[in-house]
């Protein structure tokens, strides 16, 4: 393996390494615009450029291989003039949009003229005009042809990651232009990607238009709960000026790099399913018409509940537990239910199937389907469990997190509201089902709690809370912990991560694993 | 979609090379030959039957300057106006054509009769100043050669 | 002098068969094919000094002698045809009036590569050329000096004409190929070079027109002869262009070694109108200018080079001495600003800025800061590019600028004195 020296720093590297990919993995960040770990090199930003000894010219680092005893410089005085040469043309014809761009605080001319740039500015020059400003190329991409720099990373994406070829580069010279077919849309799943690899403000968000300036930002790691693929994501939040969002905090996602689910990307519909996380929550625990406070609210499913188990009727109790539900979760379920109430029925809550495509998305559009079966291990299905509700064998009906109105229609659930005695609904956001529940308990969302996923290939990975849930919210193992207490059996957990320790110690797949062990990039179950 | 003898024809033209796609540059030369432009239409149907996809034989047609995606006029003057053109007075023949004609380069006397481009080195700085008149090199150029060639051309 | 590339020009029908053959035509070709081995061949042209004569005066026989014979993918050669550097016209002629020398030239440069298969991409603009050249290759495929096991050898042999889309760039040698593949003529990033990975991936020769046209007479002269004909490295004649300020502008055979002052005034006829000369490109218009006091330079690739130009494609343009050198500089500039392909950002950008610049200067609007920089703008594209496109905008403009410095200073416009 050839064994080279970048900047006084020695690395040995497979052969066929670029100098670009021997530095990233040295932690030497040389610039870059057209280079991308992910897409094709193209060679054609140069800024990458760096002197190797005994080359007679600098060399791009992102396609010149590495040899043995190559020695590497990335911070010499050519170098350094080099890139503030590139930035020059780069900015020749760049407009200075910089106070109405998106871009504006992740914008790689920004930070790397910041950082190399030549501060004297001689360009005193009108600048071509480009035809399409502030153009929608599609639903969710904005395109501005004047700020493109013309890296083409759009154009290698869309031709070897989506193979939809939405993307050309057209004429020539500095009147070249980056477009859509004429007349063709930007409207594939994976749209939005384009937007986080276009290191300037050309491909913007529509979605994100002008909503929040990205130095307010702050970011949580986290996993999309989309869909069984558990994309890897980031969460973006201001809670600083309620004021400029109409409270809103998450104002995008972005995707994560796991090279083992998703490398560096996310679908549209994972993408753009945030709002859910800000809008039309429910807040109060509400019993009918009245908002009751927790201790109330507790109280009367205890009390539901005692009487049945007392009376050794656990059977007329049943669960319908969503996919939606993190392991943490699942797992108080399951001793709640399973261990204290046995006998109680519980199932996966249905789920109205999704769409799934080649590429990332997958038809169950839930998080977690793998933890049901893992760690909730149900014994029924929810349509023996509907069938008894509506014969009225059900007294306690608990479901979390699922809109059963949606799946089995309005009548449905009309029935099974009007024949058991206490219809729970464990929930975050306001839907249709809330209105047959007796009983509404507001449920933090996934943005809101510390946890695990599961996703369909066995990978368990980490969420994070961003922030507090709202207003009287609470994740829904915490719920679960108050009921519990109140029936004298309690599961004293106060953070996840002690439940997440029970469940390595109680469920074989998960022996031995621990938050720590998870980290960023998640770890697969024991087979 | 081609039609079925079309596409005989240009099979005949994608039939030499070892990779289909290669015949697009002689294969927009014979369409536009035909239709006298190179429209959407087809674009895609080129698109089609090379199984490439369409924005890059848009890439093509607009990045070379011989394609062109309006009819032009009947005689097209394609005036040269790199250096040794341009040191035997290719300035004075093309502000003279502007004025007789009453276009700029880029336009279509409103007849449809003739269009005016400015173009970069044509190969023929022996006959300087020079032009290409549809499909034939005309040089030198004098404002009377002018006068006969829109004369013929009427 | 014996000519020989163009030595059939002028001649009554001399693009057809019928006049080919009466003139020896593919008699070498035969000798080739019949009675000399590959290796026999690339070493002849080896021995001749044949270099290219497209622009980069590369040593033929060494060019042809990189491609891998024990590689199994199939070998291509595609001649270059695409004579788009200002100044040059002399592989017109050739494709004209000669097309069956360059189609002999090519079966046996085929031969010595192992290629079965050659393209010649020529200029979309040449017409003539084009029809000529089918003209020259049906007539061969009829009398068999073309398709399989031609002129009894056993060799097979196809020739394709390619017309290219109009666009300077794709004269050069990776732009050439992309384009041959249906592609925007962008300059592919080397290595790999086409000798290894070319044409659909396979070995690859390129060479220009009057290159492979000379290789018929090497091969039935020998190598020695043509080598003689020329100076230490650089054999045999070469067909120059001559234009602009001349009175009699044209194609002239001359051997290697000859003079621009010969070029200039024996055998352009002068200067016109009295007047003198005040600068002259000596080898396309990415050639940097020479003065009057330069032009007793051999006009080989080596002694160009040592004065700081280059031999380039031949193409001389005399400028005299009304030439406004910034209004030049300017029609320069314009050319290369037209003609950037656009794929990396200091050409793509710094064609069209140097082109505003100095058309700015030109016309009486440039400030003192607009020269002052001009020349570090200039010289920050060369050296920075994925082709040599970019090193011509800087050797060619930028000669302009150091050598005419002091036209350009009385165009600025001067501060206005404060009161």
């Known amino acids: 393996m050839p064994n080279l020296t970048i900047d006084g720093k020695q690395i040995e590297v497979p052969a066929g390494t670029t100098i670009i990919q021997a530095a990233d993995k040295l932690g030497i960040n040389i610039p870059r615009y057209c280079y991308h770990p992910a897409l094709p090199v193209s060679g054609n930003c140069r800024i990458c450029m760096v002197e190797v000894e005994k080359m007679p010219k600098m060399q791009i680092a992102c396609y010149t291989p590495v040899t043995d005893g190559m020695v590497v410089h990335t911070q010499s005085p050519k170098v350094l003039e080099v890139r503030k040469t590139v930035l020059e043309f780069l900015l020749v014809n760049h407009p200075v949009d910089c106070p109405v761009c998106d871009q504006a605080g992740e914008c790689k001319l920004q930070d790397y003229y910041m950082e190399h740039g030549q501060y004297d500015s001689r360009l005193a020059d009108v600048k071509v005009k480009k035809e399409k400003k502030a153009f929608s190329i599609g639903p969710t991409v904005m395109l501005d042809q004047e700020r493109c720099i013309l890296c083409t990373r759009c154009v290698r994406f869309a031709d070897t990651i989506t193979k939809t070829s939405e993307f050309g580069v057209f004429s020539r010279g500095d009147h070249s232009q980056l477009d859509v077919y004429p007349g063709k849309k930007l409207d594939n799943n994976y749209s939005g990607n384009v937007v986080d690899i276009c290191p300037v403000g050309a491909l913007t968000d529509s979605d994100f238009r002008f909503k929040c300036r990205v130095w307010y930002l702050s970011a949580t790691k986290s996993v999309c709960p989309g869909c069984s693929q558990g994309c890897n994501i980031t969460v973006e939040w201001d809670k600083s000026r309620p004021h400029q969002h109409k409270k809103a905090r998450v104002m995008r996602l972005k995707p994560r790099l796991n090279p083992d689910v998703n490398d560096y990307w996310m679908c549209d519909k994972g993408r753009y399913d945030y709002h859910f996380i800000d809008e039309n929550r429910i807040l109060h625990p509400q019993l009918n018409d009245d908002l009751i406070n927790w201790e109330a609210a507790a109280n009367t499913v205890a009390q539901s509940i005692k009487s049945l188990k007392d009376a050794g009727q656990s059977s007329r109790i049943a669960v319908l537990a969503s996919a939606q539900l993190t392991n943490e979760d699942l797992f108080m379920v399951r001793k709640l239910f399973k261990e204290t109430l046995s006998g109680a029925h519980v199932a996966l809550a249905p789920s109205v199937p999704g769409k799934g495509d080649d590429f990332l998305l997958k038809s169950d559009w839930n998080p977690n389907t793998a933890g049901v079966v893992n760690i909730l291990q149900p014994q029924t299905d929810a349509a023996q469990i509907v069938q008894k509700a509506k014969q009225g064998e059900i007294d306690v009906l608990y479901v979390l997190g699922a809109d059963l109105v949606k799946v089995l229609g309005k009548d449905a659930v009309r029935q099974m509201a009007g024949k058991v005695k206490l219809f729970v609904y464990q929930g975050s956001n306001i839907n249709e089902t809330c209105s047959y529940a007796h009983l509404n308990l507001p449920a933090s969302v996934y943005a809101e709690k510390e946890g695990t996923f599961t996703n369909m290939h066995k990978r368990v990975q980490k969420i994070n809370a961003a922030f507090m849930p709202v207003v009287e919210a609470k994740p829904d193992w915490e719920i679960i912990g108050l009921i519990s207490a109140k029936l004298g059996a309690a599961l004293p957990y106060t953070q996840a991560q002690q439940i997440f320790k029970d469940i390595a110690a109680a469920v074989p797949a998960f022996s031995e694993m621990t938050y720590e062990k998870i980290g960023d990039q998640g770890m697969v179950l024991k087979s | ?154 | ?419």
């Open chain 2, 1 to 154: 979609m081609f039609s079925a003898e079309f596409k005989q024809e240009l099979d005949k033209i994608t039939n030499k090379y070892e990779q289909k796609r290669a015949a697009l540059l002689p294969l927009l030369h014979c369409v536009q030959e035909k239709e006298g432009l190179i429209s959407p239409e087809t674009e895609k149907n080129l698109a089609e039957y090379l199984g490439i996809p369409v924005v890059q034989v848009h890439e093509v047609v607009s990045f070379y300057h011989l394609f062109h995606q309006q009819k032009l006029g009947k005689c097209h003057f394609s005036i040269c106006q790199t250096t040794a053109c341009a040191l035997r007075g290719a300035e004075g023949i093309i502000d003279y054509i502007q004025q007789k004609l009453n276009i700029k380069p880029g336009e279509t006397t409103p007849d449809g009769k003739f269009s005016l481009s400015v173009v970069e080195c044509l190969g023929a700085c022996e006959i300087a100043p020079m032009m290409q008149c549809n499909k034939d090199y005309i040089g030198p150029l004098t404002k009377q050669k002018v006068d006969e060639l829109m004369g013929k051309n009427k």
């Open chain 3, 1 to 419: 002098m014996e000519k020989i590339a163009s030595r059939r020009f002028g001649q009554d029908n001399s693009h057809l068969l019928a006049s080919y053959l009466k003139d020896n035509g593919y008699a070498a070709a035969r000798k080739a094919l019949t009675g000399m081995t590959p290796a026999q061949i690339i070493d002849e042209v080896k021995k001749s000094n044949l270099r290219g004569l497209g622009g980069a005066g590369f040593p033929t026989g060494m060019k042809w002698s990189f491609i891998p014979a024990a590689n199994p993918k199939p070998k291509y050669l595609v001649i270059n045809a695409d004579e788009g550097e200002p100044g040059t016209f002399k592989d017109k002629y050739i494709l004209e009036q000669d097309p069956h020398a360059l189609l002999e030239g090519i079966i046996i440069t085929c031969y010595a590569i192992g290629s079965h298969k050659a393209y010649i991409y020529i200029r979309g603009e040449y017409i003539k050329s084009l029809q000529r050249m089918q003209a020259a290759i049906d007539e061969a495929y009829k009398e068999k000096y073309l398709g399989k096991g031609v002129m009894g050898s056993g060799f097979d042999i196809d020739v394709v004409v390619h017309p290219g889309g109009g666009a300077y760039i794709c004269g050069e040698e990776t732009a050439l190929l992309e384009s041959l593949e249906g592609k925007k003529g962008f300059p592919r990033l080397k290595p790999p070079f086409p000798a290894i990975v070319g044409l659909f991936n396979c070995p690859t020769v390129i060479n220009n027109v009057e290159t492979i046209a000379c290789v018929g007479p090497i091969i039935n002269k020998g190598a020695e002869w043509y080598a003689k004909l020329g100076s230490e490295k650089n054999g045999g004649n070469r067909l120059f262009c001559i234009s602009g300020h001349v009175n009699k502008p044209g194609v002239y055979e001359l051997p290697n070694g000859t003079t621009l002052r010969e070029l200039i005034y024996t055998h352009a006829g002068g200067i016109p109108n009295g007047r003198q000369l005040k600068a002259v490109i000596p080898g396309g218009i990415s050639a940097p200018l020479l003065t009057p006091d330069q032009i007793d330079v051999k006009m080989d690739f080596d002694s160009l080079k040592a004065i700081g130009s280059m031999a380039g494609s031949g193409g001389i343009i005399v400028m005299d001495d009304t030439t406004d050198m910034v209004w030049a500089a300017m029609v320069a500039a314009r050319f290369f600003a037209h003609e950037s392909c656009g794929q990396c950002s200091p050409c793509r950008e710094g064609s069209g800025w140097v082109y505003r610049n100095v058309k700015k200067i030109y016309h009486g609007h440039g400030k003192p800061h607009d020269l002052n920089n001009l020349p570090g703008i200039v010289n920050n594209i060369g050296g920075n590019t994925i082709c040599a496109f970019g090193d011509a905008v800087t050797m060619s403009v930028g000669s302009y600028v150091s050598k005419f410095r002091h036209e350009f200073e009385a165009k600025i416009t001067k501060e206005p004195a404060h009161a």
